[in-house]
């Protein structure tokens, strides 16, 4: 079975400290994904890599960085994370080809207070 | 660029009755379509996808869309529905050529004994 793993299910921080969110997938998946998910708006996607060291910005990237050193291992930073950025972030990994299906983490609920 | 509308936000329904979801899409190219499931506090898990061939996509667990080229939909069906169905159910579309998704903003399925 696939496993997509989060470092948190949860976690709750400060405005203006920097966060790091860490993902791991166990499939050899090429394509790696950062998700937040927000009620009424589904999922919308922050940042994606194709390969170790790549990334590419999604629909929503300000606030963000990523960073991807191995690749099984994806990284979602927030500089400084503010209240906006209070939401369930979600993890997923796929193969390169279109087509394939995207296997998803627990997710992260974080709260920025 | 394609986007995804999910024509009903929450859809109460009590147990042993069917149930549809309804999921159109726009895009000005060919499309693999997508069914996710979110049941409570996790990730989303793949129901079905329609990549070619039969515009009917059934899934292991009674659930079933259909691809409709022309009205550019892909609405899910379940013929008689369980307590265990109650989950977040969103439909996603990608492009042939990509292996970014575009979500809807999810239906939220309550099932009632």
């Known amino acids: 079975d696939v496993k997509v793993t989060q470092s948190s299910r949860y976690l709750v921080k400060r405005t203006g400290e920097k966060v790091f969110l860490e993902c791991v997938q166990d499939?050899?998946?090429?394509?790696m994904f950062w998700y937040r998910q927000d009620p009424g708006l589904g999922l919308r996607l922050i940042y994606f890599s194709y390969d170790v060291k790549m990334k590419e910005k999604g629909d929503i990237p300000e606030g963000y960085s990523v960073s991807r050193e191995k690749k099984e291992r994806f990284s979602l930073i927030l500089e400084s994370a503010s209240t906006n950025q209070t939401s369930m972030y979600l993890c997923a990994s796929s193969f390169l080809a279109g087509g394939h299906t995207q296997y998803f983490g627990p997710g992260t609920r974080l709260t920025v207070l | 660029a394609q986007s995804v509308t999910q024509l009903d936000s929450q859809v109460p329904v009590f147990e042993e009755a069917p149930v549809e979801l309804r999921c159109n899409y726009s895009?000005?190219?060919?499309?693999?379509l997508f069914w996710y499931v979110q049941y409570p506090n996790q990730g989303l898990q793949l129901l079905l996808k329609y990549l070619s061939g039969s515009t009917l996509v059934e899934s292991i667990n009674g659930f079933e869309a259909e691809f409709n080229k022309s009205q550019t939909s892909f609405h899910l069906r379940k013929p008689s529905v369980h307590i265990s169905d109650t989950a977040e159910y969103f439909c996603?579309?990608?492009?042939?050529?990509?292996?970014?998704?575009?979500f809807g903003a999810g239906t939220t399925v309550t099932v009632r004994a």
């Open positions: 895009s000005s190219v060919s499309v693999y």
């Open positions: 499939m050899d998946h090429e394509n």
């Open positions: 996603a579309v990608s492009e042939l050529r990509d292996y970014k998704l575009s």
